[in-house]
């Protein structure tokens, strides 16, 4: 037992790195946001919504399945989805290594676990691991709405009506919540004098 009490402290060490690795969104006090506070957020709709969907799912391994989504960012770091280069190449190679990583650490079952569902999550299969992928993608931007519009970098103009779409679309609600969570992008796009029209008008070309 105490062996095992020493582990958990020891990979919690570890894990408290995700309180301090930020990533590239702001909240609306101005200060990044971390990537624990952005699972929190994702735990947190996970809770509001699950009851709404088309679809039911298991919330349990939902919030599961995002409680240990970015596990790997503490070994991996955080890199923005629109990052371009080597550190964006070899994403997914870390990150795999970083499970591996994590499942020593953890070891006996709790790690298998850990292992299994990080991998159910990045197959994106499963009735909980879609509906965790879909808040993975909606958060991001729910924050960015938050967030002052001086934050907004230009390519995030078009990722609002480009990367949240097809991750909600197996789910009539997860629709319905992606469609507000644009029009109130939107809203703050159109208060800060951005042509959403033209933008629209190009993406769909």
């Known amino acids: 037992m105490e062996n095992e009490a020493s582990r958990i402290l020891e990979f919690l060490g570890l894990s408290e790195r995700l309180k301090r690795e ?19 957020q994702m735990a947190l709709i996970a809770l509001l919504a699950y009851r709404h969907l088309e679809h039911p799912v298991d ?15 503490a070994l991996a770091g955080d890199i923005p989805y629109f990052e371009v280069g080597e550190r964006k190449e070899l994403k997914a190679e870390r990150e795999r290594a970083a499970i591996e990583e994590i499942r020593t650490r953890v070891a006996g079952d709790t790690g298998q676990e850990i292992f299994e569902l990080w991998h159910e999550f990045e197959a994106h ?3 909980e691991a879609k509906f965790a992928t879909a ?14 519009f001086g934050t907004w970098e230009p390519i995030e103009y078009d990722l609002v009506y480009t990367k949240m779409d097809a991750r909600c679309s197996h789910d009539a609600f997860l629709v ?17 004098g951005i042509d959403v029209a033209s933008i629209k008008a190009r993406i769909a070309s």
């Open 125 to 127: 299969t499963t009735a």
């Open 135 to 148: 808040l993975d993608n909606l958060e991001v931007q729910i924050q960015h709405n938050l967030a002052d």
């Open 22 to 40: 930020l990533r590239h969104s702001w909240l609306s006090d101005g200060r990044r946001e971390s990537v624990a506070e952005h699972t929190w």
């Open 59 to 73: 919330i349990g391994r939902v919030l599961k399945i995002i409680l240990v989504h970015d596990l790997v960012e």
């Open 176 to 192: 319905a919540l992606c469609n507000a969570v644009k029009a109130q992008a939107e809203a703050k796009m159109i208060g800060a």
